[in-house]
């Protein structure tokens, strides 16, 4: 694992709110490491984000013992190169699985290479190219690859997973497919307990400003408006044009909660603070959202489920505070 260096930023900003959140339902957060048996018949499952190592683990579920390439919170899919002893992961394993849509840019010849070895590699979005293509998001002339904040639609993938493992796996098919129907069920109901959480808040005033572009499924999900300060990947940086844009929509909405992203940079958002405290504006970090990776081992956000539930809580709360302070005088 690698940590990130340099990390991109993502403001997510909110127009000012007039009406309460209701009460956070319970949220199911699906199967966590302690429940994975590491049996030696096991199938060994090499992956490459964790959030691809938590849809392996809620599909495989015993019968897998998985390994994540980029197994942390602080890691960027966009421009991490897998090392030799990454590739030797890989090579070792039975079966690869990877995100897709072009979210792991620098795994293209390894991945390659796995193929041509005979070993078998899934893409879990390869379902979506070929049977949800209408549902997927454009973003600078490509497609937009977060596509796991659409939880309905990454729940297709888990059902995708299941009839590839099985076909390996052929023993445990029964398995793979009953667990993909329940992935498929936490999915729903993690959208559902979100879009009762935002409830509350009028429609237009559902404004998210975001570091780098990972929200756009999130936003529709959840009926937000959405606007990045920088490109798809983290590659690209934005200019100061594109922050003093920010800064003037930020100022002009009254916007005053925004947040940070686990796998990118603080930098353009303190950039973008400093440019509203030029303008008299002040900005509060509300806190840290999820976008790329699941959180760490050990904790209820590194489930998918748990990872996006943190992020509509940290945004749940940014706008309640925003509401408290609507009605303070
Ligand atoms: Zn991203």
Not at 5 to 22: E, R
Not at 175 to 202: H, S
Not at 251 to 268: C, G, K, L
């Amino acid at each position: 694992m690698r940590t990130k260096q340099t990390m991109p930023i993502v403001v997510l900003a909110f127009i000012c709110l007039m009406t309460t959140l209701g009460c956070t339902p319970t949220e199911p957060t699906g199967v966590t490491a302690t429940q994975t048996a590491a049996e030696s018949n096991s199938l060994q499952v090499g992956c490459t984000s964790n959030i691809v190592k938590d849809l392996v683990r809620q599909i495989g579920g015993e019968y897998v013992e998985v390994t994540a390439i980029m197994d942390g919170p602080g890691v960027d899919p966009h421009l991490y190169t897998p090392s030799p002893q990454d590739i030797n992961v890989l090579t070792n394993s039975d079966v690869v699985v990877y995100s897709g849509l072009h979210l792991e840019a620098q795994f293209e010849g390894a991945l390659e290479s796995l193929v041509n070895r005979g070993i078998p590699v899934i893409k879990v979005t390869e379902v979506l190219e070929n049977e949800f293509s209408d549902r997927l998001l454009q973003a600078d002339g490509a497609v937009d690859p977060h596509v796991w904040f659409d939880l309905e639609l990454w729940g297709r993938c888990g059902g995708w997973l299941a009839g590839e493992l099985a076909q390996i796996d052929k023993v445990h098919a029964e398995e793979y497919r009953a667990a993909a129907t329940e992935f498929q069920r936490v999915m729903d109901a993690t959208r559902e307990n979100g879009r009762a959480t935002f409830a509350g808040i009028p429609e237009e005033r559902r404004v998210l400003v975001t570091a780098h572009d990972a929200f756009q499924y999130f936003a529709r999900t959840f009926n937000f408006q959405v606007e990045a300060v920088q490109g798809l990947s983290t590659e690209s940086e934005p200019g100061l044009k594109r922050i003093n844009e920010l800064a003037t929509l930020l100022v002009d909405s009254r916007i005053s909660a925004i947040f940070t992203e686990q796998s990118v940079s603080d930098r353009n958002i303190l950039a973008l603070i400093s440019a509203c405290d030029s303008r008299g504006h002040h900005l509060e970090v509300g806190g840290t959202l999820y976008s790329d990776t699941a959180g760490p081992a050990g904790t209820r956000e590194e489930t998918l489920a748990g990872a996006v539930m943190h992020n509509i809580r940290e945004i749940a709360g940014a706008l309640d505070v925003q509401q408290l302070n609507q009605v303070k005088p």
